[in-house]
């Protein structure tokens, strides 16, 4: 009889939220799962997580080189990566400071480039492959308020589009899921930037933020994007994009393309609290 060997997971960021649900449910659903963590020792896991938590910190390339090459050294292949480590910063793009801008791209753009770079070759070799990015709606529509977890999320999805079609040669396959809100940890760890003295966007970014946080705490579960995960792993060719989240969230991202831009502009600032007008 031939023994089939169980497909190897690496999933970043998966101390928390839909990277931890991700993890749990493909190692229960029979995966071989490394999950990270930038202090694994220090997380609290459950009875029921049956993956194996390894250190890596995307704003440091040595630790993101020295996490993959555990798990090759260790299984000899990944048959697929989940980037989705990520974190979000929020506040008026004007006041933003440069270290949280650097920051927010360094962890959620660079940080997943150097992680995909970092497991293409041995997928190359070994002619086959998945890589999933977990980009947001954010990544299709810019978020008033936050323009650089946007912009983070637009660098991937244009990123991801690219890579496609360089791999696809080499058997490896890649796409972006593109959450709408989800509750996990992601929402308290946020990097919110205090408005500055006498900002004119003191009013505008607490109201818009506020939606934004009262949007994730009430959002998905997800588990529903660890189903989707599992259902990409069985799934023959790969879309560049997939949407998860509430029918509203998935209509907005879908018909934002086809609507007039000033239009779907009007109804994401609707939608935000946002008069267009100094407060
Ligand atoms: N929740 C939502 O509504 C939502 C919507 C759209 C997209 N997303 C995306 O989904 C992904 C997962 O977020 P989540 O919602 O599950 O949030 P979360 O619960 O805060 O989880 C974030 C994960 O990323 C890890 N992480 C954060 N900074 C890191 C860094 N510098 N290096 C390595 N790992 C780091 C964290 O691990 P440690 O802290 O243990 O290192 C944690 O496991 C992110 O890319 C986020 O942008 C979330």
């Given at each position: 009889m031939i023994e089939q060997k169980k497909p190897v997971v690496f999933i970043s960021g998966a101390s928390s939220g839909i990277g931890n649900a991700c993890a749990t449910f493909l190692a229960k659903k029979g995966c071989?799962?490394?999950?990270?963590?930038?202090?694994?020792?220090?997380?609290?896991?459950?009875?029921?997580?049956?993956?194996?938590?390894?250190?890596?910190?995307?704003?440091?390339?040595?630790?993101?080189q020295a996490a993959v090459r555990l798990?090759?050294?260790?299984?000899?292949?990944?048959?697929?990566?989940?980037?989705?480590?990520g974190m979000g910063i929020g506040g008026p793009a004007e006041e933003c400071p440069l270290?949280?801008?650097?920051?927010?791209?360094?962890?959620?753009?660079?940080?997943?480039?150097?992680?995909?770079?970092?497991?293409?070759?041995?997928?190359?070799?070994?002619?086959?492959?998945?890589?999933?990015?977990?980009?947001?709606?954010?990544?299709?529509?810019?978020?008033?308020?936050?323009?650089?977890?946007?912009?983070?999320?637009?660098?991937?999805?244009g990123f991801v589009e690219g890579l496609r079609m360089e791999i696809k040669g080499f058997g490896v396959q890649a796409a972006l899921i593109e959450p709408g809100d989800f509750r996990s940890g992601?929402?308290?760890?946020?990097?919110?930037?205090?408005?500055?003295?006498?900002?004119?966007?003191?009013?505008?970014?607490?109201?818009?933020?506020?939606?934004?946080?009262?949007?994730?705490?009430?959002?998905?579960?997800?588990?529903?994007i660890a189903r989707l995960v599992l259902a990409l792993t069985r799934k023959k060719k790969l879309a560049v994009r997939y949407t998860v989240g509430s029918l509203g969230q998935r209509i907005a991202a879908g018909i934002k393309p086809i609507l007039p831009s000033r239009l779907a502009e009007y109804a994401i600032m609707a939608y935000y609290g946002l008069s267009g007008r100094n407060s």
């Open positions: 071989l799962v490394y999950g990270t963590s930038r202090k694994p020792a220090k997380v609290q896991r459950k009875a029921d997580e049956f993956f194996e938590l390894i250190a890596m910190d995307l704003n440091d390339s040595a630790s993101i798990v090759l050294e260790k299984e000899g292949r990944i048959d697929l990566l989940l980037c989705n480590a270290e949280d801008i650097r920051r927010q791209m360094d962890t959620n753009f660079l940080g997943a480039v150097q992680l995909i770079q970092a497991v293409l070759p041995a997928m190359r070799q070994a002619g086959s492959g998945r890589i999933l990015v977990t980009s947001s709606i954010g990544g299709r529509i810019g978020l008033p308020f936050q323009a650089f977890y946007s912009a983070s999320k637009f660098a991937l999805e992601f929402t308290e760890a946020r990097k919110k930037t205090a408005t500055l003295p006498g900002s004119p966007y003191e009013a505008s970014a607490g109201i818009a933020l506020a939606k934004a946080e009262l949007d994730e705490k009430n959002g998905g579960y997800p588990i529903d």
